[in-house]
């Protein structure tokens, strides 16, 4: 079926079709399984065979059919080849090979997918191979390894010298890293395109933790960068709603907010009064409970606003504890809009602002419930 | 670069389930929802908790539970007793059991304080969460007891409890006794007033357990070179 697909669209084209359907995601996994029929009958464990990778120049020359094909593609449509964006590519591909396909993976696509990289071949014609660590198996990782001992030398002779001159000062300015974190084990396979196992990511983590505690190591800074992330502020990714004002000249913003399954939508209105209306009803009316109506003062408390702001508040599904858990995080989320930054912040580090990610657990076979098994019977 | 930590910061599972696992992923910390927290300024704070701040700023925070509030009614040692005391669920008989506890603890000391005499008033507390605190502070043991082996047999070797266990024990024991040992038609709130009322006087059922703990840890005091941790 999709495989017919390909073949009416690169008949359809001619060339630049052709080019094109060859990155399709779809041609390739179509003509990878007909190539794979025939060395499917030569290897036995195709599982085995792992992710596809590939060269630098297949990539490449896939990266620039892409191009050419976007280009003759603008064309065909009448549009400006310049500035044909990805959504116009969907646009056009869509236009011209309308599918009627549930599956929308199985419909036509032009897209270019990221490319895993392969390691080039890493011997010369007479056999040998260019790396002097080719025989260890790993050699980018050990290579790595043995650059970092290197520097730790470096670091050591360079300590031996001033101690030697008289200048050595045991609290010289370690690096200073800011806030960053070390590449993961998934990030370091990725830079040394190379599958390492967990033990060697943590020798190589201590042995960069030993180099990071000697005095004048921020001689090899620029080294130990590359081997860093930096780490965002967390503040920075919250969303603020936004301020409005009615028709009275009130100051109010809108939030949503969610737990198990109850939705709720609170409006916070800076009137001065204080009064909590849910669903149409008094809140005491509909929270009898204390600890509910506990967590909606919650945010409002803690800010030290009780008495200032009027809220709407919308609340339907799941139960009251959940009802109430969602209402706080709309007040929360409303709140934000009326305070500064740094208070932000402050409710972020309080817990107001996550949305709680509890679920009631699912009931497995052979198990009583989530976790209560059946009662174990010796015969 | 940071993008890359979207990954590690969803609603999470486990790729093999571990028995205990829970859904926030383990990068996320601990709420603090007490105000006064965030109130000192940077100079009073020491080395380990300006990096605490620190990596807060930088790390997600997990939500505050429904059980926990901002409030000066709201205290975390009372919170853990309710949660323990509740059964089947029932969040709201366990705190309304508290609320009567409590009540119960003032009606009686404030009576004691207008029978006795001016000398003796001072000498008597009213305030009921400094006596369960109190109370509390003196059912925890000191040793526990851990069953090691050691050539084919069991020996109860003494051990120091962790914190969180001393606080663990002494809130059970106090629970188990009050449903247990008492008459058939007292509430749990009265038995648990009196048996705090008890403990706040080092008297009662509870602290005789503790003492009875700590006596089994002293006989067995030649099997303390048992433990290896």
Redesign the interface.
Known sequence: MAASCVRTVGSFLGKCMTCSSSINTVATQVSQQVELTYSALCRKNLAAAGPEKFTLEYIQKQVEEYEIGKRHLANMMGEDSENFTQEDIDRSITYLFPSGLFEKTARPLMKLIHFPLHKAVQWGADGRPFHFLFYTGKQSYYSLMHDLYGKILKIEKHQDRLRAKGLFSQDAQLISLG?SRWL?KE?LELLLVETISTHDYDRFIKLMEHMLCMPYSSTEEEFVQRYR???????LKQLVPLLEKDENGVAFSTAEGRRKTSDSSVILRDCGSGHITVNGQDYLQYFP???DR??L??PL??MGVLGRFNLECKVSGGGR?SQ??ALR?AISRALLSFLSEGDG??M?????L??????RERKKPGQEGARRKFTWKKR | MAASISGLLKPWTPRVFLVRWSRYNPYYLEPEVSKEAYSRPATELSAEEKEQRELKTLRPIKAATSGVSSSVFDDPVISKFINMMMEHGNKVLAREIMTQTLENIKKKQVEKYHKASEGEREAIECNPYTIFHQALENCKPVVGLASIQKGGKYYQVPIPLPDNRRRFLAMKWMITECRDNKHRRTHMYEKLSQELLAAFGKEGNVMKKKYELHKMAEANRAYAHYRWW
């Open positions: 806030p993961t990030e992330r930096l780490l965002e502020a967390q503040s409970v204390l600890q506990e967590q003062m919650f408390q803690f504890s109430a858990g995080l912040e402050v972020r580090q309080a817990g107001l996550t949305p709680d990610p509890r679920v």
